[in-house]
């Protein structure tokens, strides 16, 4: 009998827990500055994300670009994974890479090691850092030695569909890891990730939101280049069912197994 493979809807609120709970996500990783590529939430939002919406995995990565941290960060990063295991969290994801590309095992084994003295249930996900590695299908084989065992990776592709042959190395270079397919994930490519050995599914089924300003706009930051596109991004229940209908069927059809 093997485990039924999970959506996971990447949300940036409770609101948006609260949308993809309602529309057939099995958990949620909840971040800030999705269009950075996510940062860590608040604990505030963690804790009120909890109360919204399914099992809440947080997204532990306290600045945006490279992914190369120094121990003054690491040290940051292992305050946030204790502060959102604290506040209701199930999980966290977390990533690391040195210089030259390969895991940085010390800061991975310092996270892991916070999430583990926090709550030893807890799930430790690598993210997608593993696809600026090197040799990303090496470092998914490095995870379980890390205490680490899931990873959220696109096979190091610009989008996870494009990874597929990256993805079914990965999954059989670790078959006790998780290999959850993220990176551009549409509803339409799930049964061919499943087919490729992904685990699960990860995607932000996100739109624009509508600006509520009626008064005069000026850029504040790199992000705003015009009044239109200087919004935010909400969660997309239309999607999120969408991907669930996807994910059912593709499992139904591969003899999944309800886990």
Same mark, same amino acid.
């Given at each position: %009998? /093997? @485990?039924?493979?999970?959506?996971?809807?990447?949300?940036? /609120?409770?609101?948006?827990?609260?949308?993809?709970?309602?529309?057939?996500?099995?958990?949620?990783?909840?971040?800030?500055?999705?269009?950075?590529?996510?940062?860590?939430?608040?604990?505030?939002?963690?804790?009120?994300?909890?109360?919204?919406? =399914? +099992?809440?995995?947080?997204?532990?990565?306290?600045? =945006?670009?490279?992914?190369?941290? $120094? *121990?003054?960060?690491?040290?940051? %990063?292992?305050?946030?994974?204790?502060?959102?295991?604290?506040? *209701?969290?199930?999980?966290?994801?977390?990533?690391?890479?040195? +210089?030259?590309?390969?895991?940085?095992?010390?800061?991975?084994?310092?996270?892991?090691?916070?999430?583990?003295?926090?709550?030893?249930?807890?799930?430790?996900?690598?993210?997608?850092?593993?696809?600026?590695?090197? #040799?990303?299908?090496?470092?998914?084989?490095?995870?379980?030695?890390?205490?680490?065992?899931?990873?959220?990776?696109?096979?190091?592709?610009?989008?996870?569909?494009?990874?597929?042959?990256?993805? @079914?190395? %990965?999954? !059989?270079?670790?078959?006790?890891? $998780?290999?959850?397919?993220?990176?551009?994930?549409?509803?339409?490519?799930?049964?061919?990730?499943?087919?490729?050995?992904?685990?699960?599914?990860?995607?932000?089924?996100?739109?624009? !939101?509508? =600006?509520?300003?009626?008064?005069?706009?000026?850029?504040?930051?790199?992000?705003? @280049?015009?009044?239109?596109?200087? @919004?935010?991004?909400?969660?997309?229940? $239309?999607?999120?069912?969408?991907?669930?209908?996807?994910?059912?069927?593709?499992? #139904?059809?591969?003899?999944?197994? =309800?886990?």
């Amino acid at each position: %009998m /093997s @485990t039924r493979p999970g959506l996971e809807i990447a949300v940036v /609120s409770p609101a948006g827990a609260r949308t993809a709970r309602e529309h057939g996500a099995d958990r949620v990783e909840l971040c800030t500055g999705l269009e950075l590529g996510g940062l860590t939430p608040s604990t505030p939002a963690v804790e009120a994300a909890v109360e919204a919406g =399914p +099992p809440v995995h947080v997204l532990v990565r306290c600045r =945006p670009g490279d992914f190369v941290y $120094d *121990g003054e960060e690491v040290a940051l %990063m292992a305050a946030e994974v204790r502060a959102a295991l604290r506040a *209701g969290a199930r999980g966290v994801v977390v990533g690391a890479l040195t +210089p030259g590309g390969a895991l940085d095992t010390h800061a991975l084994a310092t996270l892991a090691g916070a999430a583990r003295d926090t709550d030893p249930a807890a799930q430790v996900t690598l993210h997608r850092a593993v696809d600026q590695a090197s #040799d990303p299908v090496a470092a998914v084989a490095a995870l379980p030695g890390l205490g680490i065992t899931r990873v959220l990776t696109s096979g190091g592709a610009p989008t996870a569909i494009e990874g597929g042959a990256a993805l @079914t190395a %990965m999954a !059989a270079a670790a078959p006790g890891i $998780d290999v959850a397919a993220g990176g551009g994930v549409r509803p339409g490519d799930i049964a061919g990730l499943l087919t490729a050995g992904a685990g699960s599914v990860h995607l932000s089924a996100k739109t624009r !939101a509508t =600006p509520r300003r009626a008064a005069g706009w000026v850029p504040l930051g790199a992000g705003g @280049t015009s009044a239109e596109d200087d @919004t935010h991004f909400v969660t997309d229940g $239309d999607v999120v069912a969408a991907a669930r209908r996807a994910l059912d069927a593709a499992a #139904d059809a591969g003899g999944h197994a =309800p886990g």
